[in-house]
């Protein structure tokens, strides 16, 4: 069945909710980083000493390019518009800076514990930002899609007996269930098969409709051999 008004609606909350999850996902895994970077860029400088202040700079300094670059990307891919090559570079500059910057001191110390630690947060905003755009993407398209189908296959969208008359007469009248199925009824032969995508083709009608179609078809020549 296709879905219902609410249904559609509910696709795109849950759409909002996991493209806010994502995004706070990624800002906290940036920001656990900082603290390490900052001790990496200050290395043995006194507390509030210049270079320690100015060791605070550098986090943010590759945090914000790559957040610019996703958020870039994500309106971009819904356009279906692909950037171009120093795009993807400067993204995975970025989480490659990101993540030898916070592992360098525990590689170096050698100790095992420590390198997972700090390479769980920069890898997780390595996926999450490779997946993000791709994830939004097709969640926007399921939006569309059930909206669509919605749209197309709620009785709402029939015009009332007291609506025909105020209507114009160039709006073209909505064809019924019960018409797209006598299309398929005489169109059906013995060696054809029902099947959603025939039903579209031999009736035009949308892909949500063309499932109950099919179904209703199918038992009418199951139950009768032939519908007609």
């Known amino acids: 069945m296709p879905p219902t008004r609410a249904e559609a609606e509910h696709v795109e909350q849950v759409r909002k909710q996991v493209d806010r999850l994502c995004w706070t996902g990624i800002l906290l895994g940036l920001a656990f980083t900082m603290t390490n970077v900052q001790q990496f860029a200050a290395a043995d400088s006194p507390p509030w000493s ?6 605070w700079l550098l986090d943010p300094m590759v945090s914000l390019v790559l957040l610019a670059i996703l958020r870039a990307e994500q309106v971009t891919a ?21 993540y030898v910057m916070n592992t360098w001191a525990a590689y170096a110390a050698g100790e095992a ?12 905003v390595f996926v999450a930002a490779e997946a993000v755009t791709d994830l939004r993407d097709k969640l926007s398209e399921a939006v569309r899609t059930a ?28 064809t019924s269930f019960d ?30 409709l063309s499932s109950r179609l099919a179904a209703a078809l199918a038992s009418e020549v199951n139950e009768g051999g032939d519908p007609r």
């Not at 819904?78 to 990101?98: C, D, E, N, P, S």
């Not at 514990?113 to 997780?124: N, R, T």
């Open 147 to 174: 909206f669509t189908n919605a749209a197309v296959d709620s009785p709402d969208n029939a015009p009332d007996d007291h609506e025909r008359p105020a209507r114009s007469a160039s709006v073209k009248r909505r």
């Open 78 to 98: 819904r356009y279906g518009i692909h950037t171009g090559g120093w795009v993807r570079a400067a993204k995975w500059f970025t989480l490659a800076a990101t």
């Open 50 to 55: 210049l270079v320690w202040l100015a060791a």
């Open 179 to 208: 018409e797209y199925l006598e299309r398929a009824r005489s169109a059906w032969s013995p060696d054809v098969t029902v099947s959603p995508s025939w039903i579209r083709e031999v009736t035009g009608c949308s892909r949500g």
């Open 113 to 124: 514990d420590s390198v997972v630690l700090h390479s769980v947060p920069p890898l997780v």
